[in-house]
């Protein structure tokens, strides 16, 4: 398998606070890494430094080999290499489903118009909402908007696709859709990053999990590694909390 992602002595510093200390991780090609952990661990600022939605403060993000913080490295070219789907959705509110789909192939990607909505009706079907291409935002449930903004960021034919908990602004009825959508998407090979808080889909689904505190990577190892025999009492600590329930 051939590496897609790979992060060394990674550091991110907010002022003085150091927030990432020496992170280090890869992701293989079709991997689905699923990332763990507390409040303030640094799940987030760990996905937003990796599409450099956040300037690293120190080491490398190595994309198919190249670091991308070089300064001559073509950022704009690995931005749309690499999807991401937030916890808000992120969609435009004044379009509807389908402009949202339509809108980054053409600006971006170049794609006609013509071309770019075929593909999102094809991917928009792929997530179920095919009957909701002229609604707008407003006017669907957040498991929809949450497909919707998978659809779009599969029209960008992205390399990998990062995920920033996902499900957890939903309403507990439509949590399992979107979790559908995604075991589906990691079935079909689509390399994937997921911070989350479902600890079935991290348990069922990745192919790796990562449980990050204070700023580190605590544990690197496959689901049944970490859930069965977790190396250090912190771990165990944080899952007793979610599987005891
Ligand atoms: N833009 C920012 N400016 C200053 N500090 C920040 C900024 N973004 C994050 N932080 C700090 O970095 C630390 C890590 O935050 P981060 O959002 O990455 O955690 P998280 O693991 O995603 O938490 P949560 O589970 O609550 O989403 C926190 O202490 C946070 O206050
Ligand atoms: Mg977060």
Do not use: W
Request: net charge neutral.
């Amino acid at each position: 398998m051939s590496e897609i992602i790979k992060i060394e002595n990674l550091e991110k510093k907010f002022g003085d606070n150091l927030v990432l200390k020496d992170i280090n991780m890869s992701v293989d090609e079709g991997e689905v890494v699923t990332i763990i952990g507390s409040s303030g661990s640094g799940k987030s600022t760990l996905l937003r430094c990796i599409n450099l939605l956040e300037e690293p403060s120190g080491g490398k993000i190595l994309y198919r080999g190249a670091n991308i913080l070089e300064p001559k490295y073509d950022r704009r070219h690995f931005r749309s290499r690499v999807g991401m789907v937030f916890q808000n959705f992120n969609l435009f509110a004044n379009k509807t489903v389908l402009e949202n789909c339509i809108l980054g192939q053409i600006k971006v990607l170049g794609k006609s118009k013509k071309e770019a909505e075929e593909r999102s009706r094809r991917h928009l079907e792929s997530v179920n909402m095919q009957n909701y291409v002229n609604a707008k935002p407003s006017q669907i449930s957040g498991g929809q908007k949450q497909r919707v903004a998978i659809a779009r960021a599969l029209c960008m034919d992205p390399d990998v696709l990062l995920f920033d908990e996902p499900t957890s602004a939903l309403d507990p009825e439509t949590v399992g859709e979107v979790l559908d959508v995604m075991r589906k998407l990691a079935k079909s090979g689509m390399t994937m990053i997921v911070v989350t808080h479902e600890m079935d889909f991290a348990r069922d689904v990745s192919t790796r999990v990562l449980f990050m505190n204070q700023g580190i990577i605590l544990e690197d190892g496959s689901p049944k590694e970490i859930f069965t025999n977790p190396k250090h009492d912190r771990t165990r600590e944080f899952l007793s909390r979610f599987l005891e329930k």
